[in-house]
């Protein structure tokens, strides 16, 4: 009687399935990769570590490592289904380059999700405005906006007031001492002073996108 | 040269203006609240407290206030242009009946601020499972999903499972004890186990509603 | 005369000795099991890293070792006391497959307590509802159920909507950022919604075992 | 098809419904307390503060009032059904007095709601360890032991080393500066040095009660 | 021997002394301000709140008070020393109109300590940039910039981006829930972005003038 | 003029000067262990890990190491000053086996600065509480009871129910989760339900036993 | 059995039995002090409010008060046996004005427990060091030296490094903000660099006083 | 036009450029490093560990590094523009040994910054108030003073009572157990008893360095 009540419709909405990578030994996250890889045309897992990708790669050398962004990535099968398109256009700022990483790993997830235009706009934090300002075009052009800042977080609420578009600020656990493994930019970004700003976990790139995707996909409705 | 930056662009995207309540006296909140109405069709001030409206009504009889949801509305005047309609469907749920207020004050403003279709789903929290299950389909058909839950926070998670829209978690300082003022909420919802979910500060419908609101808009552009 | 007030009547009620591994040499580890073999019928040390039992191993090599629940196990003397019988059911739910290494150390201390019937119903996390709904006969059936949550810590609460039996809930240390090591669910749990649920600490398999234990035998009094 | 489900299994267990006061308006509670007269033979609502119960009464002047536990009750209609007895013996131990009001709140809550033997046993606080002994053998005949305790939160590890029984701790807001409105006690509790003890939220004892209640339940399966 | 060590040198330094408020009964107020009025040209009594002014002024109707920044302020005595002047431009921001009590406080006490040129620029906080571009010539010219913001206090950063002059930041209580009484905003102005950045305690707008003061007072030697 | 002032006073109480290991190298560590000899009779450095003391070793063959309490010894040299005595008793109780090494780090210093009877009481932690009353005489023999305990740190209030001498608590970093480090215990230690118990920071076996020594000493005076 | 124990030894040392006023009501207060008045020479109860003096002053109007230190105190009957004298000097330092309400509880109650000479030496805050250097003497004489000290608590640390006596810091909840209701000083001292300092919880100098009492007789032995 | 509105002004000061390590490769710290070569007389980078550094060496034989401070420097080519002078005295105070790295951290960079007078005043802690008192003259010639200072941050509040500079507080992670990484000292530093004193991030010797020229160079306006 489950199927009436089809509390499993999230599982087939056409998005990849993603590998989350701590706790999984290197055997299971390449089994996983490559059971996905009839299923879906890109695979991918996240949160993988050098030296576990050494293992990865040691049993299938086809999946390929981004060591920055710590994301292993596979091709899918010729036959499987094409990731389906989603429209519009998502802007991932950061305001230093500590915070690349992170965005990076959000970048890279929309991608292989389908997002039509990512784009990526580093170190645009507001301790020199000028950097912002000079690409503000670029950015108010985007459906939604993420943007990845640790410290003092500021750069979501100076951003929030720039931009028609929502903002979901990843606050990142860059920084040391009172910067508290990212609790201070966490908290910072949820008072923000701007309105449209929602928060998600620190360091949390990947889920930013997939909420992301959520707000580009409802737009398509 | 700002005029160039535009940087005041988000002041003139057609949403009405709302008042914030705390700290303002309750002849300023009247005040604007009567300014405003030559510029918007609908005006309306947040968090007043039933005392601080005593003192409004006095000055101004026509603005009328809703004490559960702590907000004061004023209509606007006759040929005040008219808010601009955001299309789409806003779902409101709430855990228990606690956390009402802060869904009502979210309603309100939806509904003011021009969405089409807003609709509260109270006290459907989980230790029941079957009064979510059972509106399923309502919440379903929504654009934008807000949740409003205290305590141990868990409602979010739940539905962000059941649901392909985004979801945005707004923790209650509803609870004792461990609640910490909506501290255990929150943290728990910024770790959702489920995808799709971000998150705004504590009791802060507004602020859902204001993010929600760029989220349908950005579905039309 | 402290015989009189029987002071240590806990110490004689048949439950076998565990060894708390922490802070105890491989030497010591070793010693402390032999010696308890001939008093038990099976003798158990928790929380035992790799490394360790390496070293506990080459001392003595029928100690054997779950490397996942971290757990070393010995069998007793062939003329040690068996192990009294605990009489019912007892459920091990967990959220996520990182929960799992502390459901496996709560079931592995169960069976060797002498629980009966010990049901590990693992990934039933609310992420995706029907996984628990599917298996509900089964958790009913139970007398205590313990459930194994980090992250949001919302599968205690959906579990005590669902079931009679008592539910211990066991906060995880897994996951990052506002999971704060484990206080988010913790404090998550301690606010549930649902009534019947009582918590122990972070990462406590053993700790839940032995209360659980404590409820069976209540229930043979 | 939630018939098939049955979700909504534990609104049939036959426990009284009870009304938790706080958020409601004095007319709500009387008007709830009213509406279950005909289903139960007690009704009660927890946590109501004298001045509400002052406009209660004044609606409805056979609901009464315990001051100290801040409880309400109502004798349900004559031919309400009976509650149902829960079998066994349930202790309740304060570590002083000022934790007296949570405890009788769990007192009152397990009266009513048919525990057979209701034991409170006041003030044996562990700085004065003759007062605990004195009374060890009613404790002992326990088959849960409820154990209300803020400041140190030392007397449920005390206890849970004496008896057999299960322990629930409930940490109280009792104390003052680094008591940290019962956090102190709560995490002291969490860790507690002797097995069978599991925690509750801070002067949460209905909730306590209510696991109790689970557990004695539990036992006559 | 004290006076060879000098240890009161800062008791001659010719600032004025100021009275704190809190914990200090009214009588207490007037007659330690009475008593200041022959020693120096100007007195003042910070932190005192209505009620207490209003027994103060019925002991001495001179005293004057400004209920918004809650300070007492007295003539000296015609012939009480004048107070040194203190050259120097002090710039005082607020982001919000909330912050305006905290920026009131500490700019009185600048005038009446003999600061120059004393300017209060409020209500430019980063949500709507513009205000703050607009006013930059203003802040430039200043030798100190102190900058008072609560909720995600961003413009401290984003102020120290813009100006030469040492910043600092004075953190306030404004806001609810995740701003948890200031924390939030002090911890992001400790972490933040930008160089030149120091921090007082929250709401002290009283400490950060004494700070400001020393600093220009530096510039003078 | 410092002389006449005498603030170097504590420097001539004749008590042995003691290394702080943390943050020193192992060569400075041996030099100034070295340099001391001829001060005092015996030299004592304290918090030195295995490695580093390896490398001591090589340098000073003659320093000794325990390395249970982490703590380095050198005999003083012939004609060096001898200790005074301290009289009095000091007990050093500890909860479990894991808090073990602080005491005996305690102990070691205390024999070390003079003090007559130091006696070593081990694991009489409260979950079984025979163990401590089996041995009360001897602790209330003593003068000053140090109680050295981690996790719920239940043991201090419990004995200073016991005693008349006055209680030093020394929380220690046992324990997981929800110990949070040692906060657990130190909170609930200064929560104390008994009198007479002060508090030292977490694991500082040291510097209980420096406040030990100075209340011996003033029994002296 | 519990006499050969002699569990209850503490309560026959002597000293006065003093009442603890939260959670009391006004009758239950002066039920206790006149019932205590026939067994000891001087009674007294602490942290009472005026408004619950009033109501104690209707019962029995010979119960005094100081207002300032909230403490109520009772004569024993002519026929009660005196307070046995506590030989020693206790010095009883504040850093600020502020914190005197604290040192006065604790000043009464060591004069009411006998203490032959207790010195209250006020408002010597690390700020102006010459008002702690010039009354150094006097400090120095003391056996037991209490440091009453909110705010930044580095009185404490500064007093340790000067006098010879063992030194119990009471932090206080003096201040604001980052104060976080004496949360800041209890930290800082309980990291003292100085030895000899051990720490008692928040506004606790009643319980400091006991310990202080605890070393002064210590002496005697 | 944001030449117009001169947001880059801060860039163009004179301050030589400093690299933040962290984060960063050897390969990227010595490119940079490199590149600022021509544009300025001295180049730094801070925070760079040993292993960090081998690798940087191995690429560039000539930066220096600074194995204590974690600084690599590098001089700049002759005809890079000369380091302006900055006129004033600068003093660094240290409480222990323990906050000298720190303390070093912020003198090299005060002199590569062009500080004329930079003294460094080590272990002046107040458990032996004389050494402080001993160099007040020194400390009292400063325009500005930065005290580094762990554990119970009590330095700062000592120095500003005795200095009429402006206090720069730089609290450290020296410390253990209640020192909390370095909140503890953090803490008192914001609640500092005297006035004057202003605070920066934990261990953050390079920003209090940047703010003290801040206020030096606002001297020279």
Same mark, same amino acid.
């Given at each position: 009687?489950?199927?009436?009540?089809?509390?499993?419709?999230?599982?087939?909405?056409?998005?990849?399935?993603?590998?989350?990578?701590?706790?999984?030994?290197?055997?299971?996250?390449?089994?996983?990769?490559?059971?996905?890889?009839?299923?879906?045309?890109?695979?991918?897992?996240?949160?993988?570590?050098?030296?576990?990708?050494?293992?990865?790669?040691?049993?299938?050398?086809?999946?390929?490592?981004?060591?920055?962004?710590?994301?292993?990535?596979?091709?899918?099968?010729?036959?499987?289904?094409?990731?389906?398109?989603?429209?519009?256009?998502?802007?991932?700022?950061?305001?230093?380059? @500590? *915070?690349?990483? $992170? &965005?990076?790993?959000?970048?890279?997830?929309? /991608? %292989?999700?389908? #997002?039509?235009?990512?784009?990526?706009? @580093? *170190?645009?934090? $507001? &301790?020199?405005?000028?950097?912002?300002?000079? /690409? %503000?075009?670029? #950015?108010?052009?985007?459906?939604?906006?993420?943007?990845?800042?640790?410290?003092?977080?500021?750069?979501?609420?100076?951003?929030?007031?720039? #931009?028609?578009?929502?903002?979901?600020?990843?606050?990142?656990?860059?920084?040391?001492?009172?910067?508290?493994?990212?609790?201070?930019?966490?908290?910072?970004?949820?008072?923000?002073?701007?309105?449209?700003?929602?928060?998600?976990?620190?360091?949390?790139?990947?889920?930013?996108?997939?909420?992301?995707?959520?707000?580009?996909?409802?737009?398509?409705?």
């Amino acid at each position: 009687d489950f199927a009436k009540l089809d509390l499993g419709r999230t599982a087939r909405t056409g998005l990849p399935e993603v590998v989350w990578g701590p706790g999984k030994t290197p055997e299971q996250i390449a089994k996983i990769m490559l059971a996905l890889r009839d299923r879906q045309s890109a695979v991918m897992a996240t949160r993988v570590d050098p030296e576990v990708y050494e293992r990865i790669r040691a049993i299938e050398p086809s999946i390929e490592y981004d060591a920055f962004a710590r994301v292993c990535t596979l091709a899918g099968a010729p036959d499987a289904p094409p990731t389906p398109v989603v429209r519009g256009i998502l802007a991932v700022l950061t305001a230093g380059t @500590a *915070d690349l990483a $992170v &965005a990076e790993e959000a970048a890279i997830t929309a /991608r %292989l999700m389908g #997002v039509e235009d990512v784009r990526l706009i @580093a *170190d645009v934090g $507001v &301790a020199g405005l000028q950097r912002l300002l000079s /690409r %503000l075009d670029e #950015v108010r052009e985007a459906d939604v906006v993420m943007v990845v800042a640790g410290m003092d977080g500021a750069l979501p609420s100076v951003c929030a007031g720039l #931009v028609d578009a929502p903002v979901i600020a990843v606050p990142t656990s860059v920084g040391y001492g009172a910067a508290m493994g990212g609790l201070s930019p966490l908290m910072a970004t949820l008072n923000s002073c701007a309105t449209g700003v929602t928060v998600v976990n620190i360091d949390n790139g990947f889920g930013a996108t997939m909420s992301a995707i959520k707000m580009l996909r409802a737009a398509e409705r």
